[in-house]
């Protein structure tokens, strides 16, 4: 199971961290990655690393958000910066082997946190 944390409601220009606990899942097995989808709007990965610590991010937030992990702990953070108004989404943790993270359809998912950037 997958539980994120760390979303909640910035003005623009703003940061925010998001967390992900990711008990049971490691590294070695799994790529892990952030998506995000907004109301109205289809899902989109937002980035992803793997397990050599390879990493995949939108054009979007490149420059603006940076993923890392604590493999002690089976954490996986998003740091997001210069937050704007278009990055409103929920924002959801994924775990999969990562030929599937990156097509998109990864199996396990967690059950999102807001983001709202006005």
């Known amino acids: 199971q997958l539980v994120e944390s760390g979303g909640g409601s910035v003005q623009a220009g703003g940061s925010l961290r998001l967390s992900c606990e990711a008990p049971?899942?490691?590294?070695?097995?799994?790529?892990m990655g952030w998506f995000r989808q907004a109301p109205g709007k289809e899902r989109e990965g937002v980035v992803g690393?793997?397990?050599?610590?390879?990493?995949m991010y939108a054009d979007s937030v490149k420059g603006r958000f940076t993923v890392s992990k604590d493999d002690a702990k089976n954490t996986l953070f998003l740091q997001m910066n210069y937050l704007k108004p278009e990055d409103t989404a929920m924002y959801f943790c994924?775990?999969?082997?990562?030929?599937?993270?990156?097509?998109?359809?990864?199996?396990?998912w967690g059950q999102g946190t807001q983001v709202t950037v006005s």
């Open positions: 994924a775990a999969d082997f990562c030929n599937l993270l990156v097509a998109g359809v990864p199996s396990h």
């Open positions: 690393i793997s397990r050599e610590g390879g990493l």
């Open positions: 049971g899942y490691t590294y070695d097995t799994y790529c």
